[in-house]
């Protein structure tokens, strides 16, 4: 399984950015998917997940500006990310967890397969 993340970019603070995280060489539909975050000196954070069925979860930091969804026809899972802030900046990875639920995604030991990383650069 491959997956791969795009959309990262510069904007501006107070901007939107999409991300999407599009998987090949199998279907992850039944699993739950993660974005994670990691800026330069910092540890690795998930700021959201979904179940295999919609069930989304998001990191204080990001409640109520990024909203994660799935298309299961395409294969994709997005993060849509508004009202960005300098803080936001940091290379944003798409994981796949081992189970389909919601309280498993939350376990960075439950991802088995990560993307390469986009870079998202939010200035002041």
């Known amino acids: 399984v491959q997956l791969q993340a795009s959309g990262g970019g510069l904007v501006q603070a107070g901007g939107s950015l999409g991300l999407s995280c599009t998987a090949s060489?199998?279907?992850?539909?039944?699993?739950?998917i993660g974005w994670y975050r990691q800026a330069p000196g910092q540890e690795r954070e998930l700021v959201a997940s979904?179940?295999?069925?919609?069930?989304?979860k998001y990191a204080d930091s990001v409640k109520g500006r990024f909203a994660i969804s799935r298309d299961t026809a395409e294969n994709t899972v997005y993060l849509q990310m508004n009202s960005l802030k300098p803080e936001d900046t940091a290379r944003y990875y798409c994981?796949?967890?081992?189970?389909?639920?919601?309280?498993?995604?939350?376990?960075?030991?439950?991802?088995?397969?990560w993307g390469q990383g986009t870079l998202v650069t939010v200035s002041s």
């Open positions: 060489g199998s279907t992850f539909n039944i699993n739950a």
């Open positions: 979904i179940s295999s069925d919609g069930i989304t």
């Open positions: 994981a796949r967890n081992t189970s389909p639920f919601i309280e498993r995604a939350t376990m960075t030991r439950d991802y088995d397969y």
